[in-house]
Each structure stands twice: as structure tokens, then as C-alpha cells.
């Protein structure tokens, strides 16, 4: 079987990893979060983003959570999130006291419908949160047209898309702010949990350094300026991810050339009820390469029977998840986040795959035949 | 009160000046506040075999480490229900949200105590409501707990600092007399046990924190709840995976569970639970090689007047003495700490604000004087190096330049 979720990712990294963990366990300044290689790894993103502030973070999702705690999102206010995607995208706001506003998506990209996101501006509308999917970027050129015509903050989720740029501007970069996640299965996951957030804004990268440490005077230890968490990076994690940056770019290089290869053959399949996500580097990423498949769970069952792994991200849209169904009217529908969570099936897409391994997915994918329906 | 910014690790940026001086170059050995470099490398043979453990099973967060470490930590302290996260804060927050803390509702916890004490019940939607502290165990005063609470009090949060617990018989009585739910923040109570049950589980629950200097250290951040409550473990483990349910621990395909909660990411990493898996096996003989190192202390600077409190080290009541941190108040405390750190000697202040005086609850409206213990510990406290690595000759050294610093000061 062709694992979805490998656990050999880090496999030549094996004993670099444990030698960092030996050597922080044991240095002589006994430093183990927020300290040096911290600081070394938020550097070396900023370069690798063209230059910008980088504050490394517990989590993706914490990430968001100080994001919207820094930009004065509270009690009463209303952030626009998409109806399809993960968790965070809601709980992030209702951890900081408002409300998610859920917009639908659109069929084919997944990601947020300006359209749609317009309809639902009301006064009490403080940050649209677009998050780039899958494979996809979000239309950030128009959401930031939208966010600069109603004078609202821009929140960019862009967890999933290190390495993304479109029309030459890198992802994380177009909004007030945005995260990255380091979770091991990300593009540049690591051995633990972490994540980041990138800002232009000087102010608002402070305001967010303080806040991911208790909001602690950046000179006076236990002076609290204002009610922080606990959202540090720890030195080991970041000694690793600097010990895998080098390699990050020929990774994502093989996504793209993985996904490349997919879509060749993927194509001719559109008769035939299966979907492929967009093509292209403009604008996308290959975190996960996921179809859209009218007949789905015939598709993961005949994709396992050839031995190939697959993968569900999210399979009800998050405005019918329990936790936040009571958040909006029930006249409100998003057809197009219900039919993507009916028939998105992720298949791997990692950089360690061979190419046979490649060409088995994708044979596997090539000889399903639908059923009569 | 301007902190000491004696010795600290987790700071950002550049390191503050230690009041002006600099350790002095003639000072061949430094003894820092902290360190756990040698039980690192003696443990390493074992934490390695964890980090392979971990490293077949290809999960480096919420893995099969994590799992170990709830299961062996569950034994260890007795507690029926053991939720790894991400930190002792983190823990907090989850376990306020999983009693049922309401939107809005009070919480009384010390106004001596570190920051998270009081954060967490913000964090968690609650409105923090202080009461000053007994100076003999630093933890919340009974009788003052039991004056702060209003018709809005929901909880009562006791905080266990440096050796030794609140009066939990007290607040015990206090809690079901006003039908209160009673939590401890346990965060450094590793070892301390009344009447024999563990710190954390004599209420609804607890938490534990194992940032590295805690007497079960970690080298990152992690932390975890304890509770005997089923439905209360239940909620906490799911709201630190984005408030889902379901077996999610070392188990990847759960990640698309329905998120019946609004949760978080709090998930504990497993390099820091195999770390702690190797310390846990040997934290009985850490925790009496600390008790050693604290008696040698005081049998040493209780003959100076001028150290007006030590901790002692005898048993006082139904909890035995567990030393996180050996903490002593002197006059001129910000004298002496800059003093030692010229002898090459780390300190720490801990905690030099109390939190009713923080400027992040400005807005609860308290004023100076209002709460003198906590007042007083803040303006006098100061922490002497203590972990198992230090050794008796370096407790030596730091009780004769304590003594050195008042001969000089006499003069």
C-alpha cells in the first residue's frame, strides 16, 4: 500500500535530528525555546520571502489566533471565512470572541468566491480570512481590492501554501498578515508542531511577538502588557527546520513536477466524473493534490483495492460542523462547499514518492470506471 | 518594581543587562540557575531509543511518545486521566473550557503567582477576581479566597508554588460549602501530594507544566491536565485537536473528524514526551536529590539573620515539601541578586509583579496595597539555583557569597 500519511518522511533526516535534539539537550546555554536558532530560522524565512517579519509561533492555527487577537478583532465583530476548509479557519475566530461569517467557494478552486464574500459585508464586518486549499491559492488580488473598498482587514490563511507565489508576490505576504504551518505533513513540516506568521507590518509583527509570549515586555521578564498566550517555538524544531530549508525548494520542485505528471494524465478523465485541480505554478503549491470526483467513495475504495492510500481533507463543510452550526441562519446554503466536501479525494503527493510509485497512483486513478448512477 | 533580569532563557531578543554588571572574568566557574545538561546525557542511551520509537512510527506530534508519556505520567501521579498538551497554560485554558467555565464568570485565583494563573481564566472567557496569599505556603489565603468570592464566582483556583500546596483542606471546604468547582494550578506541583493524592486531581483537575526548569523538564514546551474526571479528560483531549473527538492520539486519519467544539491546536510534540519519559524515570531520585540540596541550603542560611525566610524543608501538615524552587526573602533583594550574578551566580525573581499590579489587568481595577502578602513576597523573593545537577560544593559556594554579599553590606 502506498501510504497517504508516510512515516518515513524525515527518514535522511533521521540521525541530523536526533543529533540536534542530543545537542540542545546538553548545550552549554541550556536554551530550549525562543532562543537563537529561533531567531536564525524566522531570518531565513524573511530572506526566503523577499524580506519581511517572520515570528515564529506554536502553531499554524495559533498563529491565526494572535493574528486576529494583534488587529483588534473581539466581541461584536463578524470575519469572513470560507464555508470549506479547515477548523481554524472558524474556531480562531470564535476563540477571540466573534463570529465567523462563512462565504461559499468556488466549484473548481475551492477557494473563497469574491462574489460571494462581497454579498455578506454588513457594518459589523471587521477581516476577511481567505485560506488558499489544497493545491490553490486564493484570489488575493480581489480580496485585497474588496479589503482596501470596504476598509477591511486582511487575514491571509496561507498554512498550507510555503513556497506559493502569484504573479510574482509569495503567499503570506498579500493581507495584514498571514501563517504558515509546520506540521510534519506540510510542504516544510517539521518533527513536532510550529508555525509562523509573516507581516510587512513592523508594529504588528511586535505586537504579535509579545502576545505569543505571555504579552510579555520584549526587556523586562514578568511585565505583562497585555493578556498573552503561550505560543513559542521551540529550539530544536527550529535547528531542525534550518537543517531542512537547503532542500525545501528541490521538494516543492517535485511536487510540481508530481502534479504535472498527474495532470497529463488526469486530463482525458474529465468525461469520465473526475476532476483534476488546476494546472499551472502561478499561484500554486501541491501541498495536496486532490480530485474532485463525482463518484468519491467508489474512487477511494477502487484507488485502495489497487493499493494506493486516499484521503478525505474535509468532508462537511465547516458551517455544519457541531461546533458552529448555531453561528448562522439556517436559510443560509453553500452548494459549492457541499459538493466539494462530497467529492474531493486527496491521493499523494509527496516528494519522496518514486516514479513508479507516481505512475501506480495515477494508473490506479486511470482505471477506475464509474458506475451507472 | 523593576525585575532583576538576573539569569533567564526565554526571553527574546538581546539578553538585558544584569543591572549594570557583568559576571566577573575572574569567576572561573559560573554556576547558572538552571541547568539539566548532565541528566540530559546521562539519560541520553534511553531518550534515543524513545526518539527511534518515535521515529518508526513516522508521528512526531500527538504520537505514540505522547501516548507512553500519559499512560506512564498516569501511573506515576495516580491521576485516572492524563491529556498531553502543549503547554501548562495551554492546559489551563483547556481545562477552565472543559468545567464548563461560563462566558463571563469569576474566577478567584492569588495575586502572587506567574502570569498564566490569571491569563488563562481571561483566555478561557472568565473574569479573574484576586485574593491575597498566606506568607507561610506563598498559595492563596482560605479565608481570603472565601471573602472574594461574589454571586458571579464560579471557581476557585488555588496555585501551588515552589515547595509546597495551598491549604486544600480549607479550600476544599470552601469549594463545596459555596458549591464552587475547585482546580488546582498544578503547573509546578510535580511530586506533591496531600494526604498522599497527587496535586491536580483533589478538585475537578489540574494541570502540570514541564517548561524545561520544572522539576519534570522538558527542553521545549509542553505540559499536560490531570483529572479523575471522565467527561473532563474527554473535552480537554478534544479541544486540543480542533475540538475533535475520538481516539486522534497516534492516529492520523482522525484529523477529519467533525469539530463538535470550537478548539485549539494544543497538541503535545513527541520529542518533548520522550524526553520526559526518560526523566520521569528517575524523578523519585530527582525530587530527593533536590530535598537534599534545599536542606543543605537551609542548614546554612537559616544561621543569617539577614535571610529573613527560608523555605525549611521539614514536613509541615499533610503535604510533604517538593522543591521546584528554593526560594528566599531577603531586604534589598535586587542588591543581592546583582551581586551573585557577579559571582557568576544565577538567580531569578520569581515573581518581582504581582499580578493585580500586571499591567494586563489594569482593567480589573485593583491598587497597590491591596493585597500586602503577595505585595511583600514580590518585593523580597529571590530563587537560589536548585536541580539535580547542581552539586552540594556549588550549594556551598552560592550560601558563602550570600554571606559574603551581608559581611560586606555590614561593614
Not at chain 1, 262 to 278: H, M, S, T, V
Not at chain 2, 134 to 146: L, M
Request: charged share 20%.
Amino acid at each position: 500500500m502506498i501510504p497517504f500519511f508516510p512515516p518515513d518522511l524525515f527518514e535522511s533526516d533521521r540521525q541530523a535530528l536526533v543529533d540536534i535534539v542530543y545537542s540542545v539537550g546538553t548545550g552549554r546555554e541550556q536554551r530550549f525555546i525562543l532562543g537563537h536558532y529561533t531567531e536564525q530560522l524566522e531570518g531565513a524565512l524573511s530572506k526566503w520571502l523577499g524580506g519581511t517579519q517572520v515570528v515564529a509561533c506554536s502553531s499554524g492555527t495559533a498563529g491565526l489566533g494572535l493574528i486576529l487577537r494583534a488587529i483588534g478583532i473581539g466581541a461584536g465583530d463578524e470575519v469572513i471565512v470560507p464555508a470549506f476548509g479547515c477548523a481554524p479557519l472558524a474556531s480562531a475566530v470564535v476563540n477571540v470572541g466573534a463570529r465567523p461569517v462563512f462565504a461559499d467557494v468556488d466549484p473548481r478552486t475551492l477557494v473563497l468566491d469574491p462574489d460571494e464574500v462581497e454579498a455578506l459585508i454588513t457594518p459589523r464586518t471587521r477581516a476577511l480570512m481567505p485560506a488558499h486549499v489544497f493545491s490553490v491559492m486564493a484570489d488575493m488580488p480581489k480580496m485585497r481590492e474588496i479589503a482596501e473598498l470596504h476598509r477591511l482587514r486582511l487575514v491571509e490563511d496561507s498554512a498550507v501554501a510555503q513556497g506559493a507565489a502569484l504573479d510574482g508576490h509569495p503567499a503570506g505576504r498579500w493581507g495584514d498578515a498571514g501563517v504558515f504551518s509546520f506540521v510534519q505533513v506540510k510542504t516544510f513540516g517539521t518533527a513536532g508542531e510550529g508555525g509562523a506568521v509573516v507581516t510587512d507590518d513592523p508594529d504588528l509583527a511586535s505586537r504579535i511577538r509579545m502576545l505569543r509570549n505571555h504579552g510579555q515586555d520584549p526587556d523586562h521578564r514578568f511585565v505583562h502588557h497585555e493578556v498573552g498566550y503561550n505560543s513559542r517555538f521551540d529550539e530544536v524544531l527550529a535547528a531542525f527546520q534550518l537543517h531542512r530549508l537547503p532542500g525545501l525548494e528541490n521538494r516543492l520542485e517535485r511536487r510540481a513536477k508530481i502534479a504535472e505528471y498527474y495532470r497529463a494524465r488526469f486530463c482525458p478523465l474529465e468525461d469520465r466524473g473526475i476532476i483534476a485541480p488546476p494546472p499551472g505554478r502561478n499561484g500554486r503549491f501541491y501541498y495536496v493534490y486532490s480530485l474532485i470526483a463525482q463518484q468519491r467513495e467508489g474512487l477511494k475504495r477502487h484507488l485502495g483495492r489497487c493499493g494506493v492510500a486516499s484521503h478525505v481533507y474535509y468532508p462537511m463543510p465547516l458551517p455544519y460542523q457541531p461546533a458552529f452550526e448555531t453561528l448562522h441562519s439556517s436559510g443560509q446554503t453553500w452548494p459549492n462547499a457541499e459538493h466539494a466536501s462530497r467529492c474531493t479525494l486527496a491521493i499523494p503527493v509527496y516528494p519522496h514518492l518514486s516514479d513508479g510509485q507516481v505512475e501506480r497512483i495515477a494508473d490506479a486513478v486511470c482505471s477506475f470506471r464509474q458506475g451507472r448512477r | 518594581m523593576p525585575p532583576t533580569g538576573a539569569t533567564t532563557y526565554v526571553r527574546e531578543g538581546k539578553p538585558a543587562p544584569r543591572n549594570g554588571l557583568v559576571p566577573d572574568p575572574a569567576q572561573s566557574t559560573v554556576i547558572p540557575f538552571f541547568s539539566q545538561a548532565a541528566t540530559f546525557d546521562r539519560l541520553w542511551p534511553l531518550i534515543h531509543s524513545y526518539l527511534d520509537e518515535m521515529m518508526d512510527r513516522g508521528k512526531y506530534s500527538h504520537g505514540n511518545q505522547v501516548a507512553a508519556f500519559e499512560a506512564e505520567l498516569g501511573a506515576w501521579t495516580g491521576a485516572r486521566y492524563v491529556v498531553g498538551v502543549n503547554s501548562g497554560t495551554d492546559a489551563l485554558v483547556l481545562l477552565l473550557r472543559s468545567c464548563g467555565l461560563t462566558p463571563g464568570a469569576e474566577v478567584v485565583v492569588p495575586a502572587f503567582s506567574f502570569i498564566a494563573s490569571a491569563s488563562s481564566v481571561v483566555l478561557a472567557g472568565g473574569r479573574p477576581v484576586f485574593a491575597d496569599v498566606d506568607p507561610g505556603t506563598y498559595a492563596i489565603d482560605a479565608q481570603a479566597a472565601s471573602a472574594a468570592v461574589t454571586s458571579q464566582t464560579q471557581v476557585i483556583m488555588p496555585v501551588h508554588l515552589f515547595s509546597q500546596m495551598a491549604d486544600m483542606q480549607a479550600l476544599g471546604e470552601l469549594a463545596s460549602a459555596r458549591q464552587l468547582i475547585l482546580v488546582e494550578d498544578s503547573a509546578e506541583a510535580v511530586g506533591m501530594r496531600w494526604h498522599g493524592t497527587h496535586a491536580g486531581v483533589l478538585g475537578a483537575g489540574g494541570v502540570l507544566s514541564f517548561f524545561p526548569s520544572k522539576i519534570l523538564g522538558a527542553i521545549g514546551d509542553a505540559g499536560a491536565i490531570l483529572t479523575n474526571d471522565r467527561e473532563i479528560a474527554r473535552t480537554a483531549g478534544a479541544l486540543r485537536h480542533h475540538g475533535r473527538f475520538g481516539k486522534t492520539l497516534d492516529n492520523f486519519p482522525l484529523i477529519s473528524n467533525p469539530t463538535k467544539l470550537p478548539g485549539f491546536n494544543s497538541k503535545m510534540d513527541d520529542i518533548q514526551a520522550a524526553v520526559l519519559r526518560a526523566k520521569l524515570s528517575c524523578l523519585d531520585k530527582d525530587i530527593a536529590r533536590r530535598q537534599e540540596l534545599a536542606r543543605a541550603y537551609s542548614e546554612r542560611l537559616d544561621m543569617m539573620p539577614e535571610v529573613i525566610r527560608t523555605p525549611g524543608t521539614e514536613h509541615r501538615g499533610p503535604s510533604e515539601m517538593v522543591f521546584y524552587v528554593y526560594l528566599i526573602e531577603v531586604e534589598r533583594r535586587d542588591r543581592l541578586a546583582s551581586y551573585l550574578a557577579h559571582r557568576g551566580i544565577g538567580t531569578e525573581v520569581y515573581y518581582p509583579t504581582p499580578l493585580h499590579l500586571q499591567p494586563c489587568f489594569a482593567y480589573l481595577g485593583y491598587r497597590k496595597g491591596e493585597f500586602p502578602c503577595a505585595e511583600t513576597a514580590c518585593a523580597r523573593s529571590l530563587a537560589l539555583p536548585l536541580y539535580p545537577d547542581l552539586s552540594l560544593g556549588d550549594v556551598e559556594r552560592v550560601c558563602d557569597a550570600i554571606r559574603d554579599f551581608f559581611r560586606g553590606s555590614r561593614r
